[in-house]
C-alpha cells in the first residue's frame, strides 16, 4: 500500500512532504519520490529503500519549491528500485504525478501511448502510464487533461497530479483507494492517509470515489464526475497520530481483519478477465512445463503452512498433481524426493523467513522450480524464485496474520484453477462454478464482518478459559489449526487443533465437564460427520460453539453457541469461516488486555532458525 502527501503553500514544499511521507511509515515502503514545481520546471528526486535514502539525497542537492508531491511505494508492477518510484514524469517533463492502487488496462494503454504518440517508458510501473497519458490530453488544462486520462483507465487509484506551468495546483482524483485534502492556513494539503497531515492540520475534507480535487493555496474545490462543484462538510480530526496510523481501529490486528474485502478484491482484481479466464501476470508455467510436474511440495511456516494445507487440496482437486504440504524447518533437515520434475511452492508473508528461504534454497539445489506466494515485491523469497504470485494484501502490520492469510487461500484458488483449466483436469463447469464464487467473496467477507458484534459477546464468556479445543474436517482441518494458532499468539490461552476424526485416537481422554470446543463444519459433504462429532463430546458434558453455514439448522440445534457464515460453496468457505475465528482470538485477547499488535516472545518476520 503506498502513501501521498502534497503540499501548495509559501513553506518549503519538501520538508512537508517529507514529514508527511515518514508518518506513513506504517504503510509500509520500499521507495519514495518527491516532484516539486520551481519557477516552472518540475525538479524531481527519488530513492529506493527507506524515506532517509530520500532525505540524504534531497540534502546533497538544490532542491526546493512551494508546491509539491510526494509518494512511497509499496511495489506491485515493477521492482522496488528508483526507476520504478513515483513520481513519473511525462516524456516532456512537464506533468508529474503520484498513484495509489493498480490500473488494470496499463498493458492496452501502454500499447496505445507507444503506437499513437511514441512514447517512451521509462518504468515498469502501471503508474507511468498515467504521466503519459494525462500529457497526451493536456491542452493548458490540467483539470481537464486528467479527466479525459481516468476515463480511459480501469482498476483503483488515487492521483495527485502537478503541471510545469501551473504553480498553484495540485489536481487528484480517487476511486477505490484512499484520498483526503487538507485545510491549512494560506496553504492546503493533499493525502492518501490522515497521520500524513495531523503534524499540520486536523481539518480535512474527505474525497469520495469519482471525486476530482483541485487543491490550491488559497482553497479547495471538489468536483463530482460531471465537474459540478461539490459541497462537502470539513471533517475535525481527534484522534491522535497512533489511532489515526490505525484508521480508527484500536488495533492493527482489527483494521487488518476489516482490511480483508479489500484485499482478496485487489488480489483477484486484473487476474480473471471478462471471460472468466485466470491470467497471472509472474507465472511462467506452459502447459509442457505443468504437465511434466509429477510431484508439488507446498512449504512455508505458521500462518503461512495453514496456507499451504488449504491449497493442496485445491491443487488435487483441480489439476490432480501430487501435493505434499510440509513445514519448513522440517523440510530443510530432511531428504526430500525432488527432482527436475517437482514444483516447490514456498508461501510467505515476508519473503524473508529464514526457514523457508533455506528450504527453498535445499529444493532449488536438487533440481526443483521454485514458485512463491508472496506479499512483498523484492523480498529474497521473491528474488530467487523462478515464478511469483503475489498476494495483494497490502502491509501487514499486526505480528498476527490475517488479510495475509486470506489472499495466500485467493492465489492457492487462481493457481489450481489456471494449473487444472491448463492440464485439462478441471470440467470447464466446475472451473466456471469456482470463478463466480472467488468473485463472490468480498461481499461474504464484508457479509461475515457483520457478525463481530456477536463474536464479541460469545469471547466475553469465554475469555477467562484456559484451554480451548478446535475440531473439523476436510478443508475445516486448517481453518481449526489457523483459528488455533491466532488464538494462542495473542491471547496466550493454551489451544489445540485436532481432525476430528482423530478424537476418538487420544484427545478425547482430555473432555471434562465444560470443556470448550469451537466446532468447524463448514463442508456440506462431511456435515453429518461433524454432527456426530458434536454429540460425542457433547456426551462427554464438553461446551460446544459450532461454525456452519447459514441454513444448515441442525448444527444450532445440538451446540451451545453457533457462528453461521454465508451460503457459499465448500471450496471457498475456508476464507470465510475463518473471519470470525480472527475477530474471537482478537476480542479474547483484548478482554485479557493482551499486546495485541505485538505479542510477546513474537516478530512479524521470523529471519533466524
Ligand atoms: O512471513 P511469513 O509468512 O513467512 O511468516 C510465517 C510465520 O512466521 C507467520 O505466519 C506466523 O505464524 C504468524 N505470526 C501467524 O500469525
Known amino acids: 500500500m503506498c502513501g501521498i502527501v502534497g503540499y501548495v503553500g509559501d513553506e518549503s514544499a519538501k520538508e512537508i512532504i517529507i514529514s508527511g511521507l515518514k ?19 518540475l525538479l524531481l528526486r527519488k530513492e529506493s529503500g527507506v524515506i532517509g535514502n530520500l532525505e540524504k539525497r534531497i540534502k546533497k542537492n538544490d532542491f526546493d519549491g512551494n508546491i509539491g508531491i510526494g509518494h512511497t511505494r509499496w511495489a506491485t508492477h515493477g521492482a522496488p528500485i528508483r526507476e520504478n518510484a513515483h513520481p513519473h514524469l511525462s516524456c516532456d517533463g512537464r506533468i508529474a504525478i503520484v498513484h495509489n492502487g493498480i490500473i488494470e488496462n496499463y498493458m492496452e494503454l501502454k500499447s496505445w501511448l507507444i503506437k499513437n504518440h511514441n512514447v517512451e ?17 493536456y491542452n493548458g488544462d490540467l483539470v481537464d487533461a486528467v479527466r479525459k486520462a481516468v476515463e480511459r483507465m480501469r482498476g483503483a487509484y488515487a492521483i495527485g497530479a502537478i503541471s510545469a506551468d501551473d504553480e498553484d495546483r495540485i489536481v487528484a482524483v480517487r476511486k477505490d483507494a484512499p484520498l483526503i485534502a487538507g485545510i491549512g492556513k494560506g496553504c492546503n494539503y493533499l493525502a492518501s492517509d490522515i497521520p500524513a497531515l495531523l503534524k499540520y492540520t486536523r481539518d480535512i475534507y474527505l474525497i469520495e470515489n469519482g471525486e476530482i480535487v483541485v487543491v490550491s493555496r488559497g482553497d479547495i474545490k471538489i468536483f463530482d464526475e460531471d465537474m459540478t462543484r461539490v459541497k462537502r462538510e470539513k471533517m475535525h480530526v481527534t ?14 490486528m482489527k483494521k487488518e481483519i476489516y482490511e480483508q474485502p479489500e484485499a482478496v478484491n485487489k488480489t483477484l482484481e486484473g487476474r480473471i ?57 522440517e523440510f530443510r533437515y530432511r531428504d526430500p524426493i525432488i527432482d527436475e520434475n517437482t514444483l516447490f511452492i514456498c508461501v510467505s508473508q515476508s519473503g524473508e523467513t ?4 533455506e528450504a527453498m534454497r535445499e529444493a532449488k539445489r536438487r533440481g526443483a522450480r521454485i514458485l512463491s506466494i508472496c506479499n512483498v515485491v523484492g523480498s529474497s523469497i521473491t528474488r530467487e524464485s523462478d515464478d511469483v504470485l503475489y498476494t495483494w494484501a497490502g502491509p501487514e502490520i499486526a505480528v498476527a496474520s490475517t488479510k495475509a492469510y486470506t489472499t495466500q487461500l485467493v492465489c492457492f484458488f487462481l493457481l489450481a484453477l489456471y494449473m487444472g ?7 470447464r463447469k466446475e472451473y466456471d462454478r469456482i470463478v463466480d464464487e472467488l468473485k463472490k467473496l468480498p461481499a461474504k467477507m464484508s457479509d461475515v464482518l457483520g457478525a463481530d458484534d456477536h463474536v464479541a459477546r460469545l469471547a466475553s464468556k469465554f475469555a477467562v478459559r484456559e484451554q480451548i479445543f ?36 487420544g484427545t478425547i481422554a482430555l473432555i471434562n465437564r465444560g470443556t470448550l470446543f469451537v466446532v468447524l463444519a463448514t463442508q456440506d459433504r462431511l456435515y453429518e460427520k461433524m454432527l456426530s462429532n458434536i454429540e460425542e463430546i457433547k456426551a462427554r458434558h464438553a461446551y460446544v460453539v ?37 475477530l474471537f482470538a482478537y476480542h479474547i485477547a483484548k478482554l485479557r488486555k493482551r499486546d495485541i499488535d505485538k505479542p510477546r516472545n513474537l516478530a512479524k518476520s521470523v529471519t533466524v532458525e
Open 273 to 329: 478477465n471478462a471471460k472468466g479466464e485466470v491470467k497471472l501476470d509472474g507465472i511462467k508455467l506452459t502447459k509442457k512445463e505443468l504437465d511434466s510436474i509429477s510431484r508439488i511440495y507446498i512449504v512455508a511456516c505458521g500462518t503461512a503452512y495453514h496456507a499451504g494445507m488449504q491449497g493442496k487440496e485445491l491443487i488435487e482437486n483441480f489439476a490432480r498433481i501430487p501435493t505434499e504440504t510440509d513445514l519448513a524447518s
Open 23 to 41: 508518518s506513513l511509515e506504517y504503510r509500509g515502503y520500499d521507495s519514495a519520490g518527491i516532484a516539486l514545481n520551481k519557477d516552472g520546471k
Open 121 to 137: 517508458f521509462k518504468s515498469e510501473t502501471d503508474s507511468e502510464v498515467i504521466a503519459q497519458l494525462i500529457c497526451v490530453y
Open 354 to 357: 529464514s526457514d523457508t528461504i
Open 546 to 582: 459450532g461454525v456452519a453455514k447459514k441454513g444448515n439448522n441442525r448444527i444450532r440445534r445440538i451446540s451451545d453457541d453457533t457462528i453461521m457464515i454465508p451460503e457459499c460453496s465448500d471450496e471457498v468457505a475456508p476464507i470465510l469461516a475463518v473471519v470470525p475465528m480472527q
Open 239 to 252: 484522534w491522535d497520530a497512533a489511532a489515526a496510523e490505525k484508521g480508527g481501529y484500536e488495533h492493527f
Open 470 to 505: 478446535y475440531i473439523g474436517r476436510g478443508s475445516d482441518v486448517g481453518t481449526a489449526y489457523e483459528a488455533s494458532l491466532k488464538l494462542k499468539e495473542i491471547s496466550y490461552i493454551n489451544s489445540f487443533a485436532i481432525a476430528a476424526g482423530e478424537l476418538k485416537h
Open 421 to 427: 483449466k491448463t492440464r485439462n483436469t478441471l470440467p
